[in-house]
């Protein structure tokens, strides 16, 4: 079945008339995602891959429907823009933009919850259901349908974990990224709690790094509520203290907490096979399906 995004999913890209918004405008239609209208604030009027541009997310919704945002709009606006996503009730909003300013993205979580609105980002590839809807950047052809969720805190170590998964035979209910930002909206407790609720998905992947808590947190959850098979691979086990890694979100802290160790030790403690390298989550598949 999937989560968050499926055949019904109407979507307002906004910051359309970017180059950003226009490219993968174009690649999610061609995936066969519905993209009922873009907004981009004085470009009202024209039209974008053939899909109208409003000057208001309330404007398109009114004009063209929609009930998901997706925002390429620059770190500076993002957060006006994500405002405007969530008072005119788009549902998911997913936020490709990356470097938005800690207070600004704290106030978008804010209202969101608020109004009871899932955010997915800042600076996540995407959410995509297979065969469905894709909401996002990822690339079309590494994805099949299948059964198989997938959750993570890394883009590229989403496409490259899919495309192996897919190689083996395994197809996914859905796969989307947290988002490498300090502060992010959906967290793992909430995806695999959604992926829990799942009939179409059977296992679930999740693929952390380090810094923060998140992974930790989510291994008690799994621990005490989470009936599936839970497969994990976390990344930055080398990485030095006090360094970033990719990510602003990805560092180990310089009292030593947030390491891919204490990661590794929570998960295997709550019964999650660990991969050590991404090529041995197909095998682990395997072993758990």
């Known amino acids: 079945m999937g989560i968050l995004v499926d055949e019904d999913t109407e979507v307002i890209v906004q910051g359309i008339t970017g180059q950003q918004g226009m490219f993968h405008t174009e690649y999610m239609e061609e995936y ?4 009922v209208a873009g ?12 899909v109208p541009v409003f000057n208001t997310v309330e404007g398109a919704k009114e004009k063209a ?56 980002g800042p600076n996540t590839p995407g959410i ?34 899919v495309n192996t998964i897919t190689e083996k035979g395994y197809g996914q209910s859905t796969a989307f990224g947290l988002g490498g930002d300090p502060i992010v909206g959906m967290d793992f407790i909430d995806a695999l709690d959604r992926f829990s609720r799942d009939d179409g998905t059977d296992a679930v992947i999740m693929i952390g790094e380090i810094g923060g808590s998140a992974e930790e947190k989510a291994a008690k959850h799994i621990q005490e509520n989470i009936d599936k098979p839970v497969i994990a691979y976390i990344a ?21 907490t947030g390491t891919a160790e204490s990661k590794i030790e929570a998960l295997e403690g709550a019964g999650v096979s660990v991969a050590r390298m991404p090529t041995e989550i197909g095998e682990l598949l395997d072993n758990e399906l």
């Open 39 to 50: 907004v981009t604030p004085g470009k009202g009027g024209k039209k974008v891959k053939g």
């Open 236 to 256: 930055g086990r080398t990485a030095p203290k006090g360094k970033r890694m990719g990510h602003a979100g990805a560092i180990v802290s310089e009292g030593g």
């Open 128 to 161: 995509i259901s297979p065969g469905k809807s894709k909401v996002g950047i990822m690339p079309n052809h590494i994805f099949e349908e299948g059964n198989i969720g997938l959750v993570s805190r890394s883009g590229t170590l989403t496409y490259e974990i």
């Open 32 to 35: 066969g995602t519905n993209v």
């Open 65 to 120: 429907g929609g009930n998901a945002s997706i925002i390429f709009v620059p770190a500076p606006f993002a957060k006006d823009a994500a405002f405007e996503a969530i008072e005119a009730g788009m549902n998911p909003v997913v936020i490709i933009t990356e470097s938005i300013p800690v207070q600004d993205s704290a106030k978008i979580m804010r209202l969101a919850e608020m109004n009871g609105t899932t955010i997915i």
